[in-house]
């Protein structure tokens, strides 16, 4: 059971550049979310997605587009790519029913750095 | 504005000893409170929750209580373990928007042996 899989783990960008984060998840969960976590900090929404064609704007999207072409895969574009982008990504999935409860699994992560 | 505050970033305690970790929240809204551990290179993992319409959830070691009134959670550690030494992120969410789960800035708990 692998649960939630991020790629790449570790990824440097030059400022301008675009790449997808990738994220896939073998729950059968219907909600996943992108979070960013900078030091020190908690962890900042970017999009989320309640089911597949579904996706929303959290706290911070700007720089940011996401799609929901199945329920397994959420991929995490950035677009052109800023040194306030740096930051560690997080990738998390939850079930519909019961999600206050159980809460999210979390991918283990992509360090990005812009320089 | 912050609606979810650890006004602590890091603890420190004994092995054996108990840890309380706190949570303040500003937002009435919010059904579900959560506690999240994470290690070093690590995502996080949940924890342990509480519903709003109860006021302590205890799982084995881990127990959680909630103060509406005072807009407060805290998390107790009984006995605490040098592998309990982490950081651990307080969480809340509005049942109706399930996705959108707002997270305090953490704090780090070190177990000493």
């Known amino acids: 059971n692998a649960g939630v899989t991020q790629t790449p783990k570790f990824q440097v960008l030059k400022t301008g550049q675009s790449m997808t984060l990738q994220c896939a998840q073998d729950?059968?969960?219907?909600?996943m979310s992108w979070y960013r976590q900078d030091p020190g900090m908690g962890l900042r929404l970017i999009h989320y997605?309640?089911?597949?064609?579904?996706?929303d704007q959290g706290e911070v999207p700007n720089g940011y587009n996401v799609s929901r072409s199945t329920t397994e895969d959420f991929p995490l574009r950035l677009l052109s790519a800023a040194p306030s982008q740096t930051s560690v990504y997080f990738c998390?999935?939850?079930?519909?029913?019961?999600?206050?409860?159980?809460?999210?699994?979390f991918g283990s992560g992509t360090r990005l750095t812009v320089v | 504005d912050q609606q979810v505050k650890q006004n602590s970033p890091s603890l420190s305690v004994q092995e054996g000893r108990i840890s309380i970790l706190n949570c303040d929240y500003t937002?009435?809204?919010?059904?579900?409170f959560l506690w999240y551990k994470k290690y070093p290179a690590e995502g996080p993992t949940f924890l342990i929750s509480?519903?709003?319409?109860?006021d302590k959830n205890e799982d084995g070691r881990f127990t959680v209580f909630l103060n509406k009134s005072a807009k407060h959670l805290s998390l107790h550690i009984v006995p605490s373990q040098p592998g309990d030494s982490a950081v651990y992120f307080c969480?809340?969410?509005?049942?109706?928007?399930?996705?959108?789960?707002?997270f305090g800035d953490g704090t780090t708990l070190t177990v000493k042996p």
């Open positions: 998390a999935s939850s079930r519909e029913q019961g999600m206050g409860s159980y809460g999210y699994t």
């Open positions: 729950m059968n969960h219907e909600y």
């Open positions: 997605s309640v089911g597949a064609g579904i996706t």
């Open positions: 937002n009435s809204m919010f059904d579900y």
């Open positions: 509480i519903s709003s319409i109860k």
């Open positions: 969480a809340a969410s509005v049942d109706t928007n399930a996705g959108k789960s707002t």
